[in-house]
């Protein structure tokens, strides 16, 4: 089992920043991959970016160039530095974490999620 806590949120204005963390325990051997998701009101679930246990990445296009993430192993915790945040940037972040096999997804874990708000 893993276990993902989010923290960071918060309020900011537009073309401000924050950081959000993943804070990461249990089983995290079997993860090869952790990532951003987000969720606006009435919108599904979209990716923001993930990184992988080597460290490659990937972002969303509408995020690439303003967002990075990044991973301190030491510390089992994963950062989404958030710059020139925008008010459709507002959504609920989840924390993911993914055990992949061939490529694919073979265990997800979710965290509980942390609320951005950007105010034009």
């Known amino acids: 089992q893993v276990q993902l806590v989010e923290s960071g949120g918060g309020l900011v204005q537009a073309g401000g920043s924050l950081r959000l963390s993943c804070a990461s325990s249990?089983?995290?051997?079997?993860?090869?991959?952790m990532g951003w998701y987000r969720q606006a009101p009435g919108n599904q679930r979209e990716m923001v970016a993930w990184?992988?246990?080597?460290?490659?990445?990937n972002y969303a296009d509408s995020v690439l160039g303003r967002f990075t993430i990044s991973r301190d192993m030491a510390k089992n915790t994963m950062y989404l530095q958030m710059n020139s945040l925008k008010p459709e940037d507002t959504a609920v972040y989840y924390c993911?974490?993914?055990?992949?096999?061939?490529?694919?997804?073979?265990?997800?874990?979710w965290g509980q999620g942390t609320q951005v708000t950007v105010s034009s």
């Open positions: 249990g089983s995290m051997f079997s993860i090869n991959r």
């Open positions: 993911n974490a993914q055990s992949l096999y061939n490529g694919r997804p073979l265990t997800t874990y």
């Open positions: 990184i992988t246990s080597g460290g490659s990445t």
